[in-house]
């Protein structure tokens, strides 16, 4: 088994903020994922990496940028904050880029 | 439009019923993922799917890609199998997942 951590659990931010969410799995996984899960709704893809040095953009990717450091992390950061942007960050691996997908516990963003 | 299509969006039974949660897709599907996000929004994984069906417990899904679908069934309904379940599709062209909206199901004792 495995687990991946997602920090920090909480993430309050100031309009207009960069913000950095990580995630760090121990999966040995090849490809990480970042989804927004906004109140109420599914998860949009934001950036995936298929292997260490891949970045692929999601649906949502306006906005954030990504960085896969190494094949046990990948980061997520907010650009400028929005209050519109309020969101569970959700970090997720899987051994490839079709294969069973398992989840962090996510990042609460709340911009003020 | 959205490409997966959950129904019903919210459900509420009594403990020890059946229920069948459906998913439906407007893309070609190669795989199906069923996840149950509890009230604390951790996603824990139910079933990951090919054509086909899997059993686990009280729990039995099935992928038809042909006619672009998935079922999950619940038997003998616990307390603890209140959520939101949520599919999600890898699709056939570019392997990126795609979510449904999900359905929040009530187990009332």
């Known amino acids: 088994g495995g687990i991946i951590t997602q920090t920090p659990k909480f993430l309050i931010g100031q309009e207009g903020q960069k913000l950095t969410l990580k995630c760090q799995q121990n999966?040995?996984?090849?490809?990480m994922y970042w989804y927004r899960q906004d109140s109420g709704k599914g998860l949009r893809l934001i950036y995936y990496?298929?292997?260490?040095?891949?970045?692929q953009k999601g649906d949502l990717s306006e906005g954030y940028d990504a960085s896969r450091e190494k094949k046990s992390s990948f980061s997520l950061t907010v650009t400028s904050a929005q209050k519109n942007e309020m969101a569970v960050f959700l970090c997720a691996s899987s051994i490839s880029n079709y294969a069973e997908q398992f989840f962090g516990p996510g990042t609460r963003l709340t911009v003020l | 439009g959205d490409k997966v299509k959950q129904s019903p969006s919210a459900l509420s039974l009594q403990e020890g019923t059946n229920s069948a949660l459906r998913c439906n897709f407007s893309?070609?599907?190669?795989?199906v993922q069923w996840f149950l996000q509890n009230p604390r929004g951790s996603l824990m994984n139910l079933f990951y799917l090919v054509p086909g069906t899997k059993e686990n417990g009280r729990l039995k899904s099935a992928f038809d890609s042909k006619e672009s679908y998935s079922t999950l069934h619940i038997r003998d309904a616990q307390l603890e199998d209140s959520g939101t379940y949520f599919c999600a599709a890898a699709h056939s062209n570019t392997n990126k997942v795609v979510f449904g909206t999900g359905t929040r199901l009530q187990v009332l004792p």
């Open positions: 893309i070609a599907a190669t795989t």
């Open positions: 990496s298929i292997t260490e040095n891949d970045l």
């Open positions: 999966f040995n996984h090849d490809t």
